[in-house]
């Protein structure tokens, strides 16, 4: 009998521990209205707040990716997936960088000669100065050709006068334009990348999409995260959402720019530097096939002006 009942509380102690790790209670979410008027009365139906799910895939977003030209002796760097959709900051998933694009050594040097082509490409000189012929006066023959013991001059604006023309002055307009050669300009780019990733500059989210277009919202997302006075938003094409556009349209600091776009130069500009996963992909197809591109020596020709 003795060993009979202990082997029934022993499967009975199991069973209860058992249906305890199986069972998970419902939880209701209250007001706290009651709270408020200070009584101890039960809530009603009416007081009961109803949170609306999220729509977003399953949770883990991202778990890993094939990638593209894979390394042999570098590994895939891993960021969170978050999101824009609430305040807080949600993690949904982790997502896989390609180490030849986002953990490149960044040379401050190849930073440098970007940031420098892309300010003086598009810088125009103003600076006039005047020939001889533009001056104002000096139309008549200043005294006579012989006869006055004097030099020979035709005319008062004559740069070796007081108050003449300019020889070899400055012409307007004058472009600085130069092209920079293609291996700087692509691993500019990389090494941008890589430093932002290296400084936690660079946030990946899931999308661009946001419940509302009102600016504050973005502004308060913003200050929650700590993204900084600046940030660059990078979405796969130009067709951004509604809500975003409206949304960073009356602050300057806040900028939306399609992949095709990213350089060099805004990257820098701009403290914090957030892609989508689409452009992550977009990013990393176009830099590895430059990477590893064939005719890498047509690309790498001296740039002219009537070349495509």
């Not at 050594?105 to 000669?113: E, Q, Y």
């Amino acid at each position: 009998m003795a060993v009979t009942s202990i082997l029934s509380r022993t499967v009975t102690g199991f069973s209860l521990k058992l249906a305890r790790c199986l069972f998970t209670p419902t939880k209701t979410f209250h007001t706290n209205v009651g709270l408020l008027q200070g009584s101890l009365e039960p809530l009603s139906e009416e007081s009961r707040v109803t949170i609306p799910a999220v729509n977003r895939p399953p949770l883990p977003l991202i778990t890993s990716r094939t990638l593209a030209f894979p390394p042999k002796f570098k590994a895939p760097r891993q960021v969170w997936v978050s999101n824009l959709d609430t305040v807080d900051e949600e993690k949904l998933g982790l997502i896989d960088l390609h180490p030849d694009v986002f953990a490149d050594r960044p040379r401050m040097d190849i930073i440098h000669s970007n940031i420098r082509w892309q300010r003086m490409y598009r810088y125009v000189s103003t600076a006039h100065a005047k020939v001889r012929y533009e001056m104002r006066g000096g139309g008549k023959k200043p005294r006579p050709q012989k006869g006055s013991g004097r030099s020979r001059h035709g005319s008062i604006r004559s740069p070796i006068w007081k108050g003449g023309g300019t020889v070899h002055g400055p012409r307007n307009p004058t472009t600085y334009f130069y092209m920079l050669d293609f291996d700087s300009r692509l691993h500019g780019l990389k090494a941008t990348l890589s430093a932002k990733l290296a400084q936690d500059d660079l946030h990946i989210v899931d999308s661009l999409d946001l419940p509302t277009d009102d600016p504050k919202y973005l502004e308060k997302l913003v200050e929650e995260r700590g993204w900084g006075p600046a940030v660059l938003f990078i979405d796969d094409t130009d067709y951004m959402p509604l809500n975003i556009t409206a949304a960073s349209d009356p602050y300057g600091h806040y900028n939306l720019m399609p992949v095709y776009g990213l350089n060099v130069y805004s990257m820098l500009k701009h403290h914090t530097l957030v892609l989508t996963l689409a452009a992550v992909e977009k990013i990393e197809e176009r830099l590895l096939f430059h990477l590893h591109r064939n005719d890498a020596s047509e690309a790498r020709c001296k740039f002219t002006l009537d070349s495509y």
